[in-house]
């Protein structure tokens, strides 16, 4: 079992951390640098993966010394998780961490990352530590029949748009095969969509039904189980995943995560990312083409552009030409400012349009 | 008579009060509020003058009471020299009189419009008199005068005049009535005498507030300043105006010895020489000067060379006095640091010879997020108004005080930062923006001294900064070697089953330093110091540690007790500890001891310096050099005009 796996590499790492005391040595951790500078192509899996920039923390500096003391809480308390077959939350883990003294961590944020930097240290996932993020209700709607392992371990079959109420089936933080297994599936593609909003408009106009999609709610910044199972439907059942969101510097990264893979998680972009999947709009173009209502860029928004121009994921011709135009133009707009023409124009119009423009739709 | 006399005689009779009426925001009394601070300034000025002057450590009482609508009483007294029977009228009841009009030297009021333009501010505003006791040490009896002004003549109206019995050695009060608002605000009576008190440390005032709430901002120095001299005014700092009234009023035969007996740095030889200059007999008598005559001479003194005129006509405040007074003021609030006050050597702007202090307390419990708490004084008076129109407030914001480590938005403006500037400017002739003397004017010479001596204040705060950062820096590896460490070890071994780590080898490698700092302990009146050595390197360390202590006498140590400093052979194991101690007897105001080692690495030694190499010499004036290394390799803005000449 990957967990027992997990176990003896954090148990190697407190071996480690005694030996360099024992031999007078200041410990130390080694592990990938966490930026955009340090991620490289890897051509064989087509994603983002961290380069061979490390950093080391080490007990010389406070951060160090509080990362390697609570890698060894951490160790023992997921020893006591896997005697006992339970698993905690991220949050979870930062209130036990209350009783860990010095070890305790101050915010969530130092959690959530420490749980991070034990994966790349050990090129385990957090799952197999039993950490789970807390549920983050992304949901699926579209004719996909999936088979779930419930909570009394019993396989339960769902079909996504017959079987779910208005806000569809929502996406189990493990989606995993063991957890969650593809039964049938009668669609031609997948669409992520950002917002809400969005989501619940391209529902009531049948969407899905009409022109074949299975429709995800992205909800924002996807979590990991949402962008794994994008790339699950890619891989196994072979739908092309296009992705529909603002027309804003923030949405171009949420794509970039989907699709290349994210900078936070870039030791896992095998698993996440969906190197084929393609971007619909909002696009610096389409507000220019279809006249769309727009917002001013602010300061923030112009700062994340210039970023992005340096950001080697985004180094196509492509998304070069998308962001100088944003940039130009200086106006960013909503997925929803579509409505200008109508409800029924995004799923009549604009949608249709774009697909066949990418090949989507033919 | 002439009509032309008839007009002379009616101008002359345009009243003080009508001018009065017209001036009021010139004078200083624009509203209710300000009137009755003005008030108080004038009349504790006054006091404060008249102490020093007497070479008495002033006790001034002042007490302001509210006597009906808007209507109030402010009295104030001092235990100064008192005024005689027959000038008391004249000094509360005369405009423009006063004995210090034609003399030149630093005082707080300078011009006598002062305690008068109250009296009939007063009787213009309330319709009631002031009242007058004042009694000389030599008199048995003291002096009860209530008077007004009578504003057609400028003369004192004597209400009522008689000998009191008065339980004070000698001394002055003044009472008087006024529409006026009293505001315990920014800007207030208390601000302006607790301001007053910082700069005064060598005076008492005590203030009752109308609610009946006492303070007593109290004496902290019984030092009296040095006496100020009056001196000659220098012929660069004089108009045509007061020429031609010296030339009328002189009693010189000659022009040439008006000259030399009426300014200062003229000599016989330069005074025909400026004859010469402005084509007049030397023999001519200055009496008879005319005003075209007037102006050839003001020109003929800008052509020779004058020496600067004197400067020990001033009197700073001194920097013990300046950190003093802060201290006593700033009261419960505690701030981090107290920079060493900057007294600049004293400089002259056209002929007026001038002075520039500046002091600063930063952080600790001072607030943080707004913009420095700016004092600023004109010969050792409190400046409450026009801040922005002030030469103080110019020099503050054109100093960028990013790089010193205040906040400050592109490095110009008032900067923000939890820190409060004090800058005095001392002189005989202090240049106001306006008659109502709130604001210093901007000339160019003072803006430069006080900017000098904001920069190197700015270099002591950041100085002060770098070596809390670098405290803390270490302060934090203190942690990590006492607690994270061990615990890191404990639970390693924990894990893998086996015993604890001998951590000494960990320590030295992320430490490598030894330790040097002090604790200390008050008892019976005498500090006692505790002074840690650490050594967290590998190896075993061998130095002498010398401890220079900045004030009192030391007694009971471990060491080797010397004339002025303590010293103690050290040996030390590697990843031990030491201690030593020595006692302070009459220690207050200790800060800190500064401690040097010699005979070891001194890159190795946090906690003290290496001893200086001219140690046994003289310790004071080695870091008197330091100093001014520390100014030159920040740039040449310490460089001091080396001529007593000017251009």
């Known amino acids: 079992m990957s967990s027992d796996d997990a176990l003896k590499k954090l148990y190697e790492i407190a071996e480690q951390v005694y030996d360099e005391l024992n031999r007078g040595e200041i410990p130390k951790m080694q ?50 998780m896997i005697h006992t077959k339970k698993s905690s939350t991220l949050r979870e883990m930062y209130y036990i961490s209350e009783g860990w003294n010095l070890a305790k961590f101050h915010s969530q944020d130092e959690s959530n990352k420490l749980a991070e930097d034990l994966e790349i240290i050990t090129g385990f996932l957090r799952e197999d530590f039993k950490l789970r993020p807390e549920e983050d209700g992304a949901s699926v709607i579209g004719n996909i029949t999936v088979e779930e392992i419930n909570r009394k371990g019993k396989p339960m079959r769902i079909n996504c748009r017959d079987d779910v109420g208005d806000s569809g089936y929502l996406i189990p933080y493990n989606v995993e095969s063991d957890k969650l297994k593809f039964v049938d599936v009668d669609a031609d593609f997948v669409i992520g969509i950002e917002t809400g909003g969005m989501f619940d408009r391209l529902v009531e106009n049948g969407f899905d039904e009409k022109s074949r999609a299975i429709l995800v709610h992205i909800k924002g910044q996807p979590a990991r189980s949402t962008r794994r199972l994008l790339k699950r439907m890619n891989e196994e059942l072979g739908l092309p995943v296009v992705i529909f969101t603002d027309g804003d510097p923030w949405s171009f990264r949420i794509f970039a995560s989907i699709a290349y893979g994210a900078i936070k998680t870039a030791h896992i972009s095998e698993y996440l990312a969906t190197p084929t999947a393609e971007f619909v709009g909002v696009t610096a173009s389409d507000i220019v083409n279809y006249d769309l209502p727009t917002d001013k860029l602010n300061d923030r928004d112009i700062a994340a552009l210039q970023a992005e121009l340096k950001d080697p994921r985004f180094n196509t011709p492509f998304w070069k030409g998308e962001i100088e135009l944003m940039l130009q133009i200086k106006k960013k707009a909503e997925q929803q400012a579509l409505a200008k023409y109508g409800l029924d124009y995004v ?3 604009y949608l249709p349009e774009k697909l066949t423009e990418i090949g989507v739709l033919k | 008579m002439g009509i032309a006399h008839e007009m002379a005689k009616k101008q002359r009779e345009i009243s003080v009060a009508e001018f009065f009426q017209k001036n009021k925001h010139i004078l200083g009394f624009d509203s209710m509020t300000k009137s009755l601070i003005v008030s108080v300034k004038e009349a504790v000025d006054n006091s404060l003058d008249a102490c020093e002057e007497a070479r008495i450590l002033p006790d001034i009482y002042v007490e302001i009471k509210n006597v009906g609508k808007d209507e109030y009483q402010m009295i104030v007294e001092d235990n100064g020299p008192g005024i005689i029977r027959k000038n008391i009228p004249l000094v509360f009841g005369k405009l423009l009189y006063g004995s210090r009009f034609h003399a030149l030297r630093q005082s707080r009021g300078q011009q006598g419009i002062g305690i008068s333009a109250v009296v009939l501010y007063g009787q213009l505003s309330s319709g009631k008199p002031a009242r007058v006791i004042s009694k000389i040490k030599d008199e048995e009896v003291a002096y009860e005068v209530l008077l007004t002004i009578n504003t057609k003549k400028n003369e004192p109206r004597i209400i009522k005049e008689e000998p009191v019995l008065w339980d004070r050695e000698q001394g002055t009060r003044i009472e008087v009535t006024m529409k006026a608002r009293y505001t315990k605000s920014k800007q207030s009576v208390y601000e302006y005498l607790q301001q007053t008190a910082i700069v005064n440390p060598h005076a008492q005032i005590t203030l009752v507030e109308p609610d009946g709430k006492k303070t007593v901002f109290r004496r902290v120095t019984s030092k009296l300043p040095l006496p100020v001299k009056e001196i000659k005014p220098h012929p660069h700092g004089i108009e045509l105006g007061e020429l031609v009234n010296m030339a009328r009023t002189t009693k010189a035969y000659r022009i040439t010895s008006f000259l030399t007996s009426e300014f200062s740095r003229v000599s016989p030889k ?32 800008a052509k020779v060379k004058l020496m600067a005129p004197p400067t020990d006509c001033l009197s700073p405040i001194g920097e013990t006095l300046i950190k003093k007074g802060l201290k006593n003021v700033l009261g419960s609030l505690r701030p981090g640091f107290y920079a060493q006050p900057i007294t ?15 002091g600063m307390v930063y952080g600790g419990e001072l607030p943080k997020d707004q913009p420095v708490h700016i004092l600023r004084f004109a010969n050792r008076v409190p400046l409450l108004y026009q801040q922005g129109a002030d030469v103080i407030t110019k020099a503050i914001s054109s100093v960028d005080w990013r790089r010193y480590g205040l906040e400050q938005r592109r490095g110009q403006g008032i900067p923000v930062g939890p820190a409060i500037i004090l800058v005095h400017v001392a002189s005989t002739r202090v240049p106001f923006t306006s008659e109502a003397k709130e604001a210093i004017a901007d000339v160019p010479e003072i803006r430069e001294e006080i900017i000098l001596a904001l920069k190197s204040i700015g270099r002591q705060l950041k100085m002060y900064r770098v070596k809390k950062e670098k405290k803390k820096k270490l302060s934090e590896k203190f942690f990590i070697v006492n607690q994270l460490l061990p615990e890191i070890a404990r639970k390693s071994a924990e894990i893998v089953e086996k015993p604890v780590p001998r951590l000494e080898p960990v320590i030295t490698k992320i430490m490598n330093v030894i330790w040097i700092d002090e604790s200390i302990e008050k008892k019976n009146g005498k500090l006692i110091i505790k002074v840690r050595i650490a050594n967290f390197t590998d190896e075993k360390q061998s130095f002498k540690l010398y401890a220079d202590y900045p004030v009192g006498e030391a ?36 800060s800190e001891t500064t401690y040097y080692v010699d005979g070891i690495n001194p890159n190795k030694v946090i906690g003290a310096e290496p001893l200086p190499g001219d140690w046994n010499l003289k310790l004071d004036f080695v870091e008197e050099i330091d100093d001014e290394n520390e100014g030159e390799s920040e740039g040449d803005e310490d460089i001091e005009e080396v001529s007593d000449y000017e251009q």
Request: glycine residues 6%; proline residues 4%; aromatic residues 12%.
């Open chain 2, 555 to 590: 007694e009971g140590s471990d060491g080797n007790i010397e004339d002025d400093y303590i010293h103690w052979d050290i040996t030390i194991e590697p990843v031990s500890y030491q201690y030593h101690k020595f006692m302070l007897r009459d220690a207050t105001g200790y």
């Open chain 2, 344 to 358: 600049r050597d004293p400089k002259v702007y056209s002929g007026n010879p001038f002075i520039v202090e500046v």
């Open chain 1, 347 to 349: 799923t009549d119009t």
């Open chain 1, 31 to 80: 592990l990938a640098a966490r930026h955009k500078g340090n991620i490289v192509f890897d051509p064989r899996t087509g994603v983002w993966k961290y380069g061979e920039n490390k950093i080391t923390r080490s007990a010389k500096k406070l951060d160090g010394g509080y990362m390697i003391l609570r890698t060894l809480y951490i160790m023992e308390f997921i020893k006591e």
């Open chain 2, 270 to 301: 330069i005074a025909s020489k400026i004859c010469k200059i402005a084509y007049l007999y030397e023999e001519m008598r200055p009496q008879e000067l005319s005003l075209s005559e007037a102006r050839r001479i003001l020109d003929s003194f």
